[in-house]
Each structure stands twice: as structure tokens, then as C-alpha cells.
């Protein structure tokens, strides 16, 4: 089955900017593919999604702010975070949309602080 590795996250002020990148080890272009994150004591939530041909969907708290792409000739999602805010504190990670059905990579940490 293909593997998800998340990489990019790390610790920002607030205000401050991150890039996130998921490799996955097999082809996933004719996947749509979504970016999830779950902070501590909450359910994991959708953040945004992108369909095989680039479609893109947002939740309400980071549109504006966020931007996801992919690469299918890499075998890679993106997922660029602007004006990020302590609420985003989450570990991230991508999986398939809507159904994340791949099994979960170990996400990558995003700590914002005030």
C-alpha cells in the first residue's frame, strides 16, 4: 500500500509562515487528497482538499491563509500556511479525500505561539 510521510512543520510566531510537504511511496494522482490536522483533546479535522485535476477546498478557519497544491508527477501534496495563529497548533497530515483511506503517515508537528 502506498506510505505518507509528512515533513515541514516546526515551531512559528505567530503571523509567521510554514510549508508542509507529504511524499507518498506510489502514485496518487488520480487520488483527490486532503490535508487533516488534530490538536490535542479535538477529533482531526479537515483542513483543505484538492481534487486530481487541482480543485481546491478550504475549511472556513484557514481560508485566506492557506493554499494547498500538488505535484502528481512527484507524488506530492503541499500545503503552504500564512498568517498562522496559535489555533493552528495541530499535527498535520495528508491522506486521501474524502475517505483517507491510506494508511495514516505520522503527521508532522505545527506549533504556533503567541
Known amino acids: 500500500q502506498v506510505q505518507l510521510v509528512e515533513s515541514g512543520g516546526g515551531l512559528v510566531q505567530a503571523g509567521g509562515s510554514l510549508r508542509l510537504s507529504c511524499a507518498a511511496s506510489g502514485s496518487i494522482s488520480i487520488n483527490a487528497m486532503g490535508w487533516y490536522r488534530q490538536a490535542p483533546g479535538k477529533q482531526r479535522e479537515l483542513v483543505a482538499s484538492i481534487t486530481r485535476r487541482g480543485a481546491t477546498n478550504y475549511a472556513d478557519s484557514v481560508k485566506g491563509r492557506f493554499t494547498i497544491s500538488r505535484d502528481n508527477a512527484k507524488n506530492a501534496v503541499y500545503l503552504q500556511m500564512n498568517s498562522l495563529k496559535p489555533e493552528d497548533t495541530a499535527v498535520y497530515y495528508c491522506?486521501?479525500?474524502?475517505?483517507?483511506?491510506?494508511?495514516w503517515g505520522q503527521g508532522t508537528q505545527v506549533t504556533v505561539s503567541s
Open positions: 491522506n486521501t479525500f474524502p475517505t483517507g483511506y491510506l494508511t
